[in-house]
């Protein structure tokens, strides 16, 4: 277990990086040698081999088999992408390229999206999956009560997004569709427009009474609508994961293909990261983040993009542990930014 504050050296915050970014290129264990040689280090070999075994014993490495190099382990790529990696941008002509494609497009948001993942895939070699634009904030539009067959009643509830959701309520006495459509007529008249907050606060007094009743429908019903879900999924570049050597066995390889594919994880891990931060920019998910296990040997870079409080979606990446992190952020920071940037043109915002 690594604590969450381990204190490296300077030393050894260099030797991790270096090991890190030459593992990623070469897929081998990494030896203190390899390090003094190819960035021409000012300490010795022997001594590199003393901070990778401390390191190793601080959890941020691991040796695959006596007398082997050492590769980074889940935390070490944490403290990597977290304290060491810095900042970086795309380079100006491939900014420039991804621009011109975007700016050729059709001015229309599902085909920037498409062609978001096609673009995420081919810069940063992994599988891109980007969702549709989401309105994170319901508010009531209109309810309608329909008297259907003795006590039933049929709540047609409309929110401001379009979305309709009907219920079948087994009311305690017979009403008429007059009595019906005046408690209908009380709810529009006090609810709408707002969102569940609002709600809450223009909450009826009368407890017990059917007008509290099914204002609190309404309520559930705009609270059940505000749970993320990720809308249609624009999916491309599996072929770059399967291709990696962490994925060539046939087990590992259905696993990825069911990661790629699980909508059910996936609105999970949005809504506990983009959708669900107050905090804007890049997530990072490192072998699952002792969260999610099935995603114990690969990596999701998370971003979202259009407004919060408004309407969001989001674009991302998924990769083995090792992966090219800088590469990969830089790449799904600009594509979100241009996202958005295009969705507010568009709006005229």
Known sequence: MVKKMAVLSERQKLVLALLV??????????????????????????????????????????QPYTSAGRVPTRAGYRYYVR??????QLPAHIQEMIR??????????????????????????????????????????????????????LVVIVLSSGEVYQQTLVLDETLSQEQLSGIASQINQ??????????KEKKPEQAGSL??????VVLNTL???????????????????????????????????????????????????????DTPGVH???????????????????ASYGKKDHAMGAVGILGPLRMSYSRGVSTVRFVSELISELISESMGS
Request: aromatic letters at 8%; zero cysteines.
């Open 21 to 62: 970014r030459d593992y990623v290129e070469s897929i081998e264990p990494i030896s203190s040698g390899r390090l003094v040689k190819n960035y021409q280090l000012e300490f010795s070999s022997a001594t590199v081999r003393n901070e990778m075994a401390v390191l190793e014993q601080k959890g941020f490495l691991s």
């Open 83 to 88: 304290r060491l990696m810095g900042e970086d």
């Open 100 to 153: 011109h494609q975007f700016y050729q497009a059709r001015h229309d948001v599902d085909d920037w999206l498409s062609l978001s993942a096609s673009v995420l895939a081919q810069h940063s070699m992994g599988a891109a999956i980007v969702t549709q634009l989401h309105t994170e904030k319901a508010r009531f539009k209109h309810i309608a009560l329909l008297s259907t067959r003795g006590r039933q009643a």
């Open 190 to 199: 006090l609810a709408t427009g707002l969102d569940v907050k609002e709600l």
């Open 211 to 216: 007008l509290n009743e099914i204002f609190e």
């Open 223 to 277: 609270k059940g609508s505000e749970v993320i879900s990720s809308g249609e999924v624009y999916r491309d570049g599996l072929a770059n994961m399967l291709s990696e050597p962490e994925f060539a066995e046939p087990e590992k390889a259905k696993q990825t293909l069911e990661i790629f594919e699980d909508r059910v994880m996936l609105d999970d891990l949005l809504s506990r990261t983009v959708f669900g931060s």
């Open 284 to 302: 990072v998910i490192i072998g699952g983040e002792d969260t999610w296990d099935q995603l114990e040997d690969t990596s999701l870079i998370l």
